[in-house]
């Protein structure tokens, strides 16, 4: 069963930075789509950054392309990604979700993926 643990949520000040990871085990590595989506208080989950383990063409939303980078790692048994997140903002603030699927192209909508993480609490704010 896949597993995903998301890291490095906090709180920030308008302008700076912070940097998620997401660590995923128990499924095929051969190939992968892992991205992250984000839901603020009141608002529907969006999408925002997404890549897959041929690493060709990662995907960022409009609203964070310039200042989001989407990036991964292998290990043995696990493959992490991380969310780079620059000059951040207040409408940045957010519950961060990981989400993967076994397959090997940029996933952008939600019912594309099959295991989530529990989501990683990003705060912006003076």
């Known amino acids: 069963q896949a597993r995903l643990v998301e890291s490095g949520g906090g709180l920030v000040q308008p302008g700076g930075s912070l940097r998620l990871s997401c660590a995923a085990s128990g499924f095929t590595f051969d190939y992968w789509a892992i991205g992250w989506f984000r839901q603020a208080p009141g608002k529907e989950r969006e999408s925002v950054s997404h890549i897959s383990s041929s690493r060709n063409s990662p995907y960022h939303a409009d609203s964070v392309k310039g200042r989001f980078t989407i990036s991964s790692d292998n290990a043995k048994d696990t493959v992490t990604v991380y969310l780079q997140m620059n000059s951040l903002k207040p409408e940045d603030t957010a519950v961060y979700y990981c989400?993967?699927?076994?397959?090997?192209?940029?996933?952008?909508?939600?019912?594309?993926?099959?295991?989530w993480g529990q989501g990683t609490q990003v705060t912006v704010s003076s």
């Open positions: 989400a993967a699927a076994n397959i090997d192209r940029v996933l952008t909508a939600e019912y594309e993926y099959d295991y």
